[in-house]
T-cell receptor, first 114, second 109 residues
């Protein structure tokens, strides 16, 4: 049973398009995250939601909009995709906020912008 | 900005040898966590050490934390081919995890 699952695994699209990535966790965690990992493997937090409420919103272009319909789901919508958006996007979850508990990651969505 | 910095960036050793990776950070922390990332996969939590702890063990893993030097080390004993992966440290500061760029570990058979 996959604990944190995100779809799609690969996303190849043209510049200017709008796309969404979905994430679901079945661990009963109350906090979910979106991370971006660049080509040099740096992992950077983008957003964090606790019980459907946004608690971390790092400096991310407003073309990126997260949405949490319930505490088991956190989706990421990206408008007007740019070449610099090419990266691997990871969803993660944890029990509680603040990094006091380990985070559980999905296997990532590899986004390539043509 | 990236706070944790792993050292070395890459490490290649023979199977059966021990592997040591280091992590340095800049600000005061609540805890420090180590994660492993296999190629093409998500990160997997390995071990969490709190700021008031100095050493922690989990199976073949040993983590030390020196808050006076703002550094941590991860030791993997008796390495196996399956340990080939990237290893990341993450420090908790201001209720947020800050990640380093990782150490790429290659275990040669």
């Amino acid at each position: 049973d996959t604990a944190v699952s995100q779809t799609p695994k690969y996303l190849v699209t043209q510049m200017g398009n709008d796309k969404s990535i979905k994430c679901e966790q079945n661990l009963g965690h109350d906090t979910m995250y979106w991370y971006k990992q660049d080509s040099k493997k740096f992992l950077k937090i983008m957003f964090s939601y606790n019980n459907k409420e946004l608690i971390i919103n790092e400096t991310v272009p407003n073309r990126f909009s997260p949405k949490s319909p319930d505490k088991a789901h956190l989706n990421l919508h990206i408008n007007s995709l740019e070449l610099g958006d090419s990266a691997v996007y990871f969803c993660a979850s944890s029990q509680g906020t603040g990094g006091l508990q380990p985070q559980h990651f999905g296997d990532g969505t590899r986004l390539s912008i043509l | 900005s990236q706070q944790g910095e792993e050292d070395p960036q890459a490490l290649s050793i023979q199977e059966g040898e021990n592997a040591t990776m280091n992590c340095s950070y800049k600000t005061s922390i609540n805890n420090l966590q180590w994660y492993r990332q296999n190629s093409g996969r998500g990160l997997v939590h390995l071990i969490l050490i709190r700021s008031n702890e100095r050493e922690k063990h989990s199976g073949r893993l040993r983590v030390t934390l020196d808050t006076s030097k703002k550094s941590s080390s991860l030791l993997i004993t008796a390495s196996r081919a399956a340990d080939t992966a990237s290893y990341f440290c993450a420090t908790l500061s201001n209720y947020q995890l800050i990640w380093g760029a990782g150490t790429k570990l290659i275990i040669k058979p």
